[in-house]
């Protein structure tokens, strides 16, 4: 038998402690969350509000701009927290519910984003059955089964994660409680969790990918078949969106979830949530608005009334 103490609580070392740093990271953060969130919400609002974003694609992009909001404040509510205070902590309880609800919006994501691929294949491939395949019935039933997918996915992973023995070093070397710096500090033996997560992120991450990928071949070949240079030029226009949010989303995750680990991964890995966490989400509402001439249409519609309510 070995004597040992139950870890309650986990400290994160990602920044080092030195307060003018903290400070400046702390108001950078809270800045790019005030704006990960009012840009996310607008396009929300925006495509709830206005009858010619009543559209299955709009209706996939608002998913996902929800699923940033939320991956953004599983996170970084935290990091600001942790800027302004001595104590580095988040207790062992929070530290398994903040990395479940993590990667369950994050694996919901990427089914969304195949699920916005397959509408876009439907669109320019076959316009004619548009309307009777992607219906309001379709598109809720590719929503409701991408929330459900995601969140039952990781669920037991997770809790396979929380019902090990923490009993050695508290410090987690991130600045959130991540699946990998996690497992490092299990007393147990956790190669066979470590092989059965890498598997399921590769499933997921690159399963999606690869739907996503071959639905864009098809697209382009089709598209290419268009005649005119003005058709060609327009109906790639309606991708634009899509995959800008495939090329930001896939990119950084898969360096850090699917690539070989090597010596230096948790710093690596640390730079690449940066990505994934603050920038990402802070770009996509701008892709969405400056890349989609509708939503720039809308936009225009709304700060016009907007501007024209006290005069009424």
Not at 223 to 234: D, N
């Amino acid at each position: 038998m070995v004597n040992y103490t139950t870890v309650n609580e986990f400290i994160f070392v990602a920044f080092p402690s030195f307060f003018p740093l903290e400070i400046s990271l702390f108001i950078l953060f809270l800045v790019i969350y005030i704006v990960i969130d009012m840009g996310n919400l607008a396009i929300i609002l925006l495509t709830f509000y206005d009858v010619h974003l009543h559209l299955p694609m709009y209706f996939f992009l608002a998913n996902i701009s929800f699923l940033e909001m939320n991956i953004s404040t599983v996170v970084i509510p935290k990091v600001l927290s942790t800027l302004l205070s001595c104590k580095k902590s988040i207790s062992f309880v929070g530290c398994f519910v903040q990395c479940y609800m993590y990667f369950a919006l994050g694996t919901t994501d990427f089914i969304l984003l195949a699920g916005m691929s397959y509408d876009r294949y439907i669109a320019i491939c076959k316009p004619f059955q548009y309307v009777h395949i992607m219906n309001w019935r379709t598109c809720f039933s590719l929503s409701i089964a991408s929330w459900i997918g995601g969140f039952l996915i990781v669920i037991v992973p997770a809790y396979i994660k929380a019902s090990l023995p923490y009993c050695k070093e508290n410090t987690i070397n991130h600045f959130f409680c991540d699946s990998s710096p996690l497992m490092k500090l299990a007393c147990a033996d956790s190669a066979l969790l470590h092989l059965f997560d890498s598997f399921m992120f590769t499933i997921v991450i690159l399963g999606s990918f690869f739907i996503t990928v071959w639905t864009y071949i098809i697209i382009t070949i089709t598209i290419c078949r268009i005649p005119s240079v003005t058709g060609r030029r327009k109906t790639f226009s309606t991708c634009i969106s899509h995959l800008f949010l495939v090329v930001l989303g896939y990119g950084g995750t898969i360096v850090i979830y699917v690539v070989p680990k090597g010596a230096y991964y948790l710093e690596i890995n640390k730079l690449v949530s940066i990505l994934t966490i603050f920038i990402t989400p802070v770009l996509s509402p701008f892709i969405f608005s400056l890349r989609n001439e509708s939503m720039q249409v809308s936009m225009m519609k709304t700060f016009s009334k907007i501007k024209k309510w006290p005069a009424e």
